[in-house]
């Protein structure tokens, strides 16, 4: 029976490695698959490991269809085996929605690969309905570390070094509307941090900015 399987993790975990290697191990035993994503970092149409791999995939936009994709690729004689979808917190829960419906009805596995929740600690809503209607969920056994040593379980976005909670969920390089700004775009990064710390909004930044004040003498004047 196939199956739709979620790997998810926070960033540095190990996701889309892991999606590259699934590829790998089914190609080697001559499965046909296709591979998708979405906002991947190294661009459009590619899906990347902070590794240094990567591989040619299609890209998932808002109005995508994937039953009518694979359907009309089987009709044309093509064959698929499996699915690879990275970045799919990315993806609309009705995406998700046709992936279960590829599984069920064609006999294809989907192997899916994401982040839960996005920098504000909310659920992102293609990962929410991957958790309603996936068959497997396995979270990554590949611990991000925040920088105080204990695992990440947060992701962080910084914006000219300074941690947000608020913002559009989807910001892959510089912000939007950078042509109204004056002066250098802001420069949006990402870090993962223990819950402790992201409550605190304590990035490693700031964490070394409070390191280097001094602090005063333990005695009065």
């Known amino acids: ?7 998810c993790g926070t960033m540095d975990a190990g996701k889309s490695t892991l999606a590259l290697q699934t590829n790998h191990n089914h190609a080697a ?3 046909v698959g296709r591979i998708f994503t979405s906002h991947d970092r190294a661009g459009p149409a590619t899906l990347s490991s902070r590794l240094g791999l990567r591989h040619d995939a299609l890209e998932v936009s808002p109005g995508f269809d994937f039953w009518a994709y694979v359907v009309d690729s089987l009709t044309h004689g093509a064959r698929i085996d499996y699915l690879i979808c990275d970045e799919c917190q990315f993806y609309e829960p009705t995406q998700v929605e ?3 419906k590829v599984v069920d009805e064609l006999q294809i596995d989907v192997f899916c690969f994401g982040i839960l929740t996005d920098f504000r600690t909310r659920l992102f809503p293609g990962s929410a309905r991957l958790v309603e209607l ?4 396995q979270v990554l056994q590949v611990e991000a570390l925040c ?6 379980t947060h992701n962080a976005r910084t914006v000219d070094g300074e941690m947000v909670t608020e913002g559009d ?18 420069e949006v990064a990402y870090e993962v ?6 409550r605190r909004r304590l990035t490693s930044a700031r964490a070394q900015a409070i390191s280097r004040i001094a602090e005063p003498l333990p005695f009065g004047s």
């Open 193 to 198: 941090l223990c819950r402790q710390h992201h």
């Open 134 to 137: 996936a068959d497997r969920m």
């Open 147 to 152: 920088w105080c040593g204990n695992r990440a």
């Open 1 to 7: 029976m196939a199956e739709l399987t979620f790997y």
């Open 29 to 31: 035993r001559g499965r």
């Open 98 to 100: 046709q992936l279960a």
């Open 169 to 186: 969920v989807i910001v892959v390089g510089d912000v939007d509307d950078q042509a109204a700004q004056e002066g250098p775009p802001p």
